[in-house]
């Protein structure tokens, strides 16, 4: 006879919600039974997150984070931003550095934040390619902040998680992930976005990462 926990779920906010990896986050996390609450900008780009409550709204506002993380565990950050090869970005440091206040206030502990490969000291490990040419020609203003976002999160004095993933696809998961930290020898590598937010989820429920950062790749 299967035994069924009596743990209570955990009841998470997602910033992030209607990129690819969010809406596979928020997708996972109601399959885990979580209580999912999902921040976005606006109703309309809701509609692929049936059975999570919404909070609409600007997430650089205080106001509408302290709403959103009313009643939460944990946050999951799956925040990103289009390709800017011209422009500053700062979208990402300005939301993570309102999040962790709101986060204060409201005496919400755990921050698991995905930014990516090229951030910090993952710099110069994406292949070729990645290395050579998509980083520097078309993402060097946003890892700028993915940069500035990360150093936000470290020092933000919460139970913090880091993820970089690999370059992302939408192949269908393996249900694992190498988790790494040494990179010494790596350069390259993809992983699916189902897996990743396998990971992340992961994260919510275990303290095995908590103040690290792990680069995840197949």
């Known amino acids: 006879m299967q035994t069924v926990s009596s743990e209570p779920r955990p009841k998470i906010l997602v910033l992030g919600t209607t990129g690819g990896t969010g809406r596979l986050i928020v997708a996972q996390s ?15 780009k809701a509609k692929s997150l049936p059975g999570a409550k919404l909070v609409v709204g600007d997430a ?24 800017s090869p011209f422009r500053e970005v700062t979208l990402l440091s300005e939301v993570t550095r309102t999040l962790v206040g709101a986060m204060r206030d409201e005496g919400v502990a ?18 070729f390619a990645f290395d050579r040419l998509i980083l520097p020609l078309l993402l060097r203003h946003v890892y700028a902040d993915k940069d500035r976002q990360e150093d936000i999160v470290r020092q933000s004095g919460l139970d913090w998680v880091l993820v970089r ?16 930290v040494d990179l010494a020898r790596f350069h390259g590598g993809s992983v699916a976005r189902e897996d990743v937010a396998r990971f992340v989820l992961d994260q919510v429920e275990t303290d095995a990462w908590i103040g690290r950062t792990s680069l995840i790749t197949w």
């Open 165 to 180: 993933p690999t370059v992302l696809s939408n192949k269908p998961g393996r249900g694992a992930v190498r988790a790494l």
């Open 30 to 44: 109601l399959a885990r039974g979580y209580d999912v609450t999902a921040l976005v900008r606006s109703p309309g």
């Open 110 to 127: 755990r921050l698991v934040a995905i930014t990516g490969i090229g951030a910090g000291d993952s710099r110069g490990h994406g292949g």
């Open 60 to 83: 650089r506002d205080p106001k509408v984070l302290r709403e959103a993380l009313r009643g939460r565990d944990a946050v999951v950050s799956a925040l990103g931003t289009p390709a």
